[in-house]
Nanobody, 124 residues
Framework: QVQLVESGGGLVQAGGSLRLSCAASGRSFSRYSMGWFRQAPGKERELVVGISWLGGRTYLADSVKGRFTISRDNAKNTVYLQMSSLKPEDTAVYYC?????????????????WGQGTQVTVSS
């Protein structure tokens, strides 16, 4: 069992930066593939970034390439989402997700554990 707690969301102006953190409790965090999803009102939840269990592989959605990065610190049981050059269309609730296994998972149904979400609002 893994519990995930996100932090770091907030209100930022366009062009600004935020760093989201996802702290995991439970055992064997390093054996979990991690992802950050976002969901805007009226839209489906989408994978923004993903990272394999040892951090050797990452995935970034086309909409965030060059602006967002994902990293993990397995010693701290934490995964990070660094967001820069934020745009109003990045506004959404951001969710951290975990799934046991090595490779990156791409669909929401592939993840077993979810955080409660953190709101990111980018003003124009």
């Amino acid at each position: 069992q893994v519990q995930l707690v996100e932090s770091g969301g907030g209100l930022v102006q366009a062009g600004g930066s935020l760093r989201l953190s996802c702290a995991a409790s439970g055992r064997s965090f390093s054996r979990y593939s991690m992802g950050w999803f976002r969901q805007a009102p009226g839209k489906e939840r989408e994978l923004v970034v993903g990272i394999s269990w040892l951090g050797g592989r990452t995935y970034l959605a086309d909409s965030v390439k060059g602006r967002f990065t994902i990293s993990r610190d397995n010693a701290k049981n934490t995964v990070y989402l660094q967001m820069s050059s934020l745009k109003p269309e990045d506004t959404a609730v951001y969710y951290c997700a975990a799934d046991p296994g090595a490779g990156i998972r791409f669909g929401p149904s592939e993840y077993d554990y979810w955080g409660q979400g953190t709101q990111v609002t980018v003003s124009s």
